[in-house]
């Protein structure tokens, strides 16, 4: 698998790389983040071993990774065509002004002019809702961004961290209008964030969104620097800010670190792998502090976990699920196949059927 190896996201022609670059660090400003510099290095590195697809916000270090993105395709004339590149709106950036952020029609179209300023660009590839505006009506979002596709401005949407039934409401009331409707959905995924496996990835692959999960190492949890063994290996203040992982958390990483030892790859590159094989996933956010910890991430691209493996990381990490998640997985078989395989899943036959032919 290369970052060239490229995926269609959800029920679009849209072409991306299995992996995109998250520009979440670039930018100095919470502390933590990476330099103009470094940041710039990530970028061209991603670019030289083929990646197609970048993803920022206009909250990411108050608009500076924006800006460095901006600022490097602008000093090299025809490249940013070549790129997918995905902002964010929801976030409000001016202090005291209601409508400064949100997923109103003001706020969303005075937010891509602002975006596409930073961006030094005419025109956005996905433009992601951040976050659920509860206070904003669904029709007027969808309309908003129909419009903008309409302009010019935006070419894709896309949905983040909303509940599955908003995501929902928003998919089929663009359908109904004719409008454009979003492509991909980004939501934390990982080993250690797997409850999206109940709602949301059903709903993504049901709707036509291409999963791109975030945080696949958990803020770095996965990374092979927290072990039962070494903990408190905490390098930067973004992981302080975060805390640390649980004894839960601990079995898993045990189990990873096993798994990773066993191919002969860093725990990070065995993650990413397991992410970037589940169902839905069109293409893995990764996210790196460091240059050298970006290539230790794209190795991932090498991995191909075994199904025993698969198997051995799913069952140390299994999630707890909302109702109804276990009924449908575990019931709604045995009650709905009579005892017949149905699309490869083999039922026993319902207890509550006592013959195998009905009686009345
Ligand atoms: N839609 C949303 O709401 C949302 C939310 C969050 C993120 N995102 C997107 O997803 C992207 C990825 O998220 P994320 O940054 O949270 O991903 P992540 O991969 O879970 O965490 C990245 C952090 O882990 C550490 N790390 C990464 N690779 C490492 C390695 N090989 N060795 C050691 N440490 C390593 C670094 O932190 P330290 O060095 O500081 O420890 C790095 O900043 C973001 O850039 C953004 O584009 C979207």
Avoid at 81 to 107: C, H, Y
Avoid at 231 to 239: M, Y
Wanted: hydrophobic fraction near 40%; aromatic fraction near 8%.
């Amino acid at each position: 698998m290369s970052l060239d190896s490229y995926v269609t996201l959800g029920r679009s022609g849209l072409r991306v790389s299995p992996l995109t670059l998250g520009a979440m660090t670039f930018g100095e400003d919470h502390g933590w983040g990476t330099s103009v510099e470094e940041s710039e290095a990530i970028i061209a590195e991603y670019l030289d071993r083929g990646g197609n697809s970048i993803d920022t916000a206009n909250i990411y270090t108050n608009g500076h990774s924006e800006k460095i993105i901006g600022d490097w395709f602008a000093a090299r004339p025809g490249l940013r065509d070549r790129v997918v590149i995905g902002t964010k709106f929801f976030a409000n950036l001016f202090e005291g002004d209601p409508n400064g952020g949100g997923a109103g029609r003001k706020s969303i179209v005075a937010a891509l002019e602002n975006s596409l300023r930073r961006l030094r660009t005419d025109y956005v590839d996905i433009y992601w809702l951040h976050n659920w505006d509860r206070t904003a009506p669904i029709e007027e979002t969808m309309r908003t961004l129909d419009d903008l596709v309409t302009a010019g401005k935006i070419r894709y949407l896309g949905l983040s961290d909303l509940p599955a039934w908003k995501a929902v409401e928003a998919q089929l009331t663009a359908r109904a209008h004719g409008w454009a409707p979003a492509i991909g959905l980004q939501a934390e995924y990982s080993l250690l964030e797997r409850t999206s496996e109940g709602e949301l990835i059903p709903m993504a692959q049901e709707h036509g969104l291409g999963v791109l999960p975030w945080s696949p190492l958990k803020s770095g949890f996965l990374s092979g620097k927290y072990s039962r063994h070494r903990a408190g290996a905490v390098d930067t203040l973004r992981s302080g800010l975060v805390g640390g992982p649980s004894e839960k958390d601990y079995d898993v990483i045990d189990v990873l670190e096993k798994v990773a030892q066993e191919i002969g790859v860093t725990p990070a590159a065995a993650a990413l792998a397991w992410v970037r094989q589940r169902p839905g996933v069109t293409s893995t956010l990764v996210g790196a502090r460091r240059l050298d910890q970006f290539r230790a991430n794209l190795a991932s691209l090498d991995v191909h976990l075994s199904d025993a493996q698969v198997a051995v990381l799913n069952e140390a990490s299994e999630p707890s699920l909302n109702f109804p998640a276990e009924n449908n997985r575990l019931l709604a078989p045995s009650l709905g196949f009579g005892g017949a395989s149905v699309d490869g899943v083999r039922s026993p036959v319902s207890p509550l059927l006592t013959a195998s032919s009905v009686r009345y």
